[in-house]
């Protein structure tokens, strides 16, 4: 079983930039797309970022202009480069890669954005 392994949280002034990082156990094949996806407190869980096989991005409205996704094919992992953080970007976020069969999550990094 393919493990997503997140790293990079952790806890940030407001105006302040974090990495997020997620790589996989291994190797995987025919990826769709990788994405992150992040769950604030009492809300449902939400897509930031997404990226295709053939890098195409999609960021949603909230972090557009402050956040960017970038891949590397050839070691699967995936980047979220997260600049300007404000309070309400404050949640778990999580690692997603999806095949034909198969779609992966990561056990989440908690991002905390907070003075």
């Known amino acids: 079983q393919v493990q997503l392994v997140e790293s990079g949280g952790g806890l940030v002034q407001p105006g302040g930039s974090l990495r997020l990082s997620c790589a996989a156990s291994?190797?995987?094949?025919?990826?769709?797309?990788m994405a992150w996806y992040r769950r604030a407190p009492g809300n449902q869980r939400e897509l930031v970022a997404r990226?295709?096989?053939?890098?195409?991005?999609y960021l949603a409205d909230s972090v557009k202009g402050r956040f960017t996704i970038s891949r590397d094919n050839a070691k699967n992992t995936v980047d979220l480069q997260m600049n300007s953080l404000k309070p309400e970007d404050t949640a778990i976020y999580y690692c997603?890669?999806?095949?034909?069969?198969?779609?992966?999550w990561g056990q989440g990094t908690q991002v905390t954005v907070s003075s």
């Open positions: 997603n890669v999806m095949g034909p069969r198969y779609d992966y």
């Open positions: 990226i295709t096989s053939t890098n195409n991005t």
């Open positions: 291994e190797r995987i094949f025919s990826i769709y797309a």
